[in-house]
C-alpha cells in the first residue's frame, strides 16, 4: 500500500486534472455525453430560488459555467419540511412535468441546497452551494467545485440521478486504467474509508470481506446492509469494521487523516446515483403519497432499505431525526417494502478523502488549518483580492476571498475574509469569519467573531444589518419558554446578560418565531448604510466583551430569521461585483504598468 504522502500526492494530481477539464469547459458548449444533461438545485423557498436563479444567471453571463446545460432551480412544495428525500420525489415529479417522458434519456446531476445554513450562517443568504472557496480566477464556489470533482462521471454513466449535497467536497485518486462507472440497475454508492468517530455522523457500509481486498485504487461490490449513523458497537456487530493492512479485512486512508495500517475503520458515504426505472418507481410512490407531511433523509430513508441484510428495524427508530411526525413511520415502511430487494452496488474508493463544510468549525479549519486540503486542492491565502504587499498585513495561515484589504490592515492566523472591503485601522483576531462586510472604522475585531453583514429591503427601501456572533455559538439551539432564555449563549455570556446591557426587553416580542434561540432573537440594528451596521454589531460585540452599556433604544431590531426573510439579493451581489470590477481593474493597472 502506498505512503500517505503517496497518496496524498495522487490525490493532488487527480484533483488537478479534474479542475484542468473543467477550466476547458467554461463559458464552451459541452459536447454531447460529455457533460450533465440536467444540474438541478434544491431550494427550501421561493427567497431562496430567486437568490439561487440570480447567481446561476449571473454565472452563465460572465462564461463561468459550461454551455447547453439545463440548469435549474426546483423549490419545495410550501408547507411542513420534507427533507433531502422528499426533495429528491419533488425532482423528479418537477423534471417529468417539464420535460414529459424525455426526462428519463437524462444524465442529471442533483445538489441538494435547500437548507438555511443555521451551523455557516454567511452562507445563508445566497446558499451553501454558493460558498467562496480560496482559489480559482475568478474564484470558485462550491457549485463549480462539484462540477469539477465530478467531470468524469458523466460519460461513464447510464441515464439517472447522481444525488450530492452542498456543503461537501470528495477527492479522490484511482489507477490510471481505472474508471467510475454508474451503469448497474438500483443504486450506485460512493464509499470513502473513515474512521468509525466518524462513522457515527454518516453512512455506513456492510461490505462483505471476500469480495473486495481494500488495496486498490478503486473496487466495485456490493452492500449487504447500509447503517444510517450508528454507534461503534453497531458497527462492530455487524460487520462494517475492517483493519487497514489486513488482507481479509483491508482499508486505506482515513476521513480527515490518513492513519496509519493496522487502525480499524469503516467505508462511509458520500454521493449516490439511482438509475431511472429506481427514480420511475420513487416518482409513482411520490404521487400516490399526494402530500409529504413529514422530513425523509435520502440517505437513511432510501438506503437502509437496500441489501439483502436490510431490516425493517430503522422505520420505527426515530434517534437520528429532529422532529418525529406522526406520517414519518407509515412513509419510511411503504419505502421500505418498495425498495426491498434493490440492490446497493458500492464503488470502493480506496484512495479517497471526504471534506464536511458545514459548519463553522469545520470550514475554518479546512480552508485555513487544514494542510491536506489545502495541498490537494491547491488552495491560497490570497484568492482573487487586492491586498497590500506588507508581510505583517497577513498569517499564513489566514484566506482571503475575493476582498480588498487597505495598507495597515491586520489580518490574524485562521481567519477568513470574504467578499469584504477592509480598511486601513482594522485588526481581527484568530479563528474569525468576516462575510460581506466593509469595515472602514479603526476597530480590533476578536478571536473567534462571526461577522456577516446583509442588504434587506422593507418598504422597498435597502437597508443594511449585519449579524455577529462566536463561531462557537450554537444558533440552531432554542428553548420552549423565555423563562428558559438565560440557557442561551452569545459570545460565552447569557443572552439575558447581553439583552440587559443593550437595553431589550425580555418579552413575547422578543422572538420571530416560538423557537426562541440566537436565529430567532430580534436583536440586530437596522441601518441605512453597509458601514454603519458593521458599526452597530461591532459595538454591541464590543459591550458584552466588556460588560459595558450600549442601547440599542430607537434601532429596528431584526432576527437573522427575519434578515433572510428581507434579504436583497439583488444589492448584495452588486457589492460583490463592486468588489469584483475593483479588482479586475487593479490588475489591469498592474498589467500597464509593467
Not at 460572465?62 to 454551455?67: A, I, N
Not at 460512493?190 to 470481506?209: I, R
Not at 412513509?331 to 459548519?359: A, D, P
Request: charged content about 20%.
Amino acid at each position: 500500500m502506498p505512503a500517505a504522502g503517496e497518496r496524498s500526492a495522487a490525490r493532488r494530481e487527480a484533483t488537478g486534472r479534474r479542475l484542468a477539464r473543467f477550466a476547458a469547459l467554461r463559458g464552451k458548449a459541452a459536447r454531447p455525453g460529455e457533460f450533465w444533461d440536467v444540474v438541478a438545485v434544491t431550494a427550501a423557498d421561493a427567497e431562496q430560488a430567486l437568490a439561487y436563479r440570480q447567481q446561476l444567471a449571473e454565472k452563465l453571463s460572465r462564461k463561468e459555467l459550461p454551455l447547453g446545460v439545463r440548469y435549474h432551480v426546483f423549490v419545495d412544495p410550501p408547507g411542513p419540511k420534507i427533507g433531502n428525500g422528499g426533495s429528491t420525489l419533488h425532482v423528479l415529479r418537477c423534471l417529468e412535468d417539464l420535460y414529459g417522458d424525455k426526462w428519463t434519456s437524462f444524465i442529471v446531476l442533483l445538489i441538494h441546497s435547500g437548507g438555511y445554513s443555521q451551523r455557516l450562517p454567511n452562507a445563508s443568504a445566497l446558499g451553501k452551494i454558493f460558498t467562496a472557496l480560496p482559489f480559482g480566477d475568478p474564484i470558485y464556489q462550491m457549485l463549480e467545485l462539484k462540477l469539477a470533482m465530478y467531470i468524469d462521471f458523466p460519460s461513464h454513466m447510464k441515464p439517472g440521478i447522481l444525488i450530492t449535497c452542498s456543503d461537501d467536497i470528495e477527492l479522490y485518486s484511482t489507477g490510471v486504467t481505472e474508471t467510475v462507472t454508474f451503469d448497474k440497475p438500483g443504486f450506485t454508492a460512493l464509499a470513502h474509508p473513515s474512521d468509525l468517530t466518524v462513522g457515527t455522523t454518516h453512512g455506513v457500509f456492510v461490505l462483505d470481506p471476500s469480495h473486495f481486498s481494500g488495496k486498490g485504487g478503486l473496487e466495485y461490490t456490493s452492500c449487504h446492509r447500509f447503517l444510517h449513523k450508528p454507534d461503534i458497537e453497531t458497527m462492530r456487530q455487524c460487520g462494517a469494521v475492517f483493519v487497514r493492512g489486513n488482507c481479509s479485512q483491508l482499508s486505506s486512508s482515513g476521513d480527515h487523516s490518513d492513519s496509519e495500517i493496522g487502525s480499524e475503520c469503516v467505508y462511509t458515504d458520500s454521493i449516490f446515483y439511482m438509475d431511472h426505472s429506481t427514480a420511475k418507481q420513487l416518482l409513482t410512490f411520490y404521487k400516490q403519497m399526494g402530500t409529504l407531511c413529514c422530513e425523509i433523509d435520502a440517505y437513511g430513508d432510501f438506503l437502509q432499505a437496500l441489501g439483502p441484510g436490510a431490516t425493517q428495524d430503522y422505520t420505527k427508530s426515530t434517534s437520528n431525526v429532529t422532529k418525529e411526525e406522526a406520517q414519518l413511520v407509515e412513509v419510511r415502511q411503504k419505502l421500505c417494502s418498495l425498495l426491498k430487494g434493490t440492490t446497493l452496488n458500492v464503488i470502493v474508493l480506496n484512495n479517497s478523502k471526504f471534506y464536511h463544510t458545514g459548519t463553522t468549525q469545520e470550514y475554518l479549519f479546512h480552508f485555513t488549518s487544514d494542510s491536506k486540503l489545502k495541498f490537494e486542492l491547491n488552495l491560497l491565502s490570497v484568492a482573487f483580492s487586492i491586498f497590500p504587499d506588507k508581510a505583517e498585513t497577513l498569517d499564513q495561515s489566514a484566506s482571503i476571498i475575493q476582498s480588498i484589504l487597505e495598507p495597515g490592515c491586520f489580518i490574524g492566523p485562521g481567519s477568513i475574509i470574504e467578499y469584504s472591503r477592509i480598511g486601513p485601522e482594522v485588526s481581527v483576531g484568530k479563528n474569525s469569519i468576516i462575510s460581506g462586510s466593509y469595515i472602514n472604522l479603526k476597530v480590533d475585531i476578536p478571536s473567534n467573531c462571526f461577522l456577516s453583514s446583509l442588504s434587506i429591503k422593507i418598504n422597498d427601501r435597502v437597508k443594511y444589518v449585519s449579524m455577529v456572533f462566536s463561531v462557537e455559538d450554537n444558533l440552531k439551539k432554542s428553548v420552549k419558554l423565555l423563562s428558559d432564555t438565560h440557557s442561551l449563549q452569545f459570545f460565552g455570556v447569557s443572552l439575558l446578560e447581553c439583552l440587559d446591557l443593550w437595553g431589550v426587553k425580555v418579552s413575547d416580542q422578543l422572538f420571530s418565531n416560538t423557537h426562541l434561540g440566537l436565529w430567532t432573537a430580534r436583536i440586530f440594528p437596522v441601518c441605512s448604510t453597509l458601514s454603519e451596521s458593521v458599526k452597530m454589531s461591532l459595538k454591541m460585540l464590543h459591550s458584552v466583551q466588556h460588560m459595558s452599556a450600549f442601547k440599542l433604544n430607537g434601532f429596528k431590531l431584526l432576527s437573522v430569521e427575519e434578515m433572510l426573510t428581507y434579504k436583497d439579493v439583488e444589492d448584495m451581489l452588486k457589492f460583490r461585483k463592486q468588489i469584483y470590477d475593483k479588482i479586475c481593474l487593479q490588475r489591469q493597472k498592474e498589467k500597464s504598468d509593467l
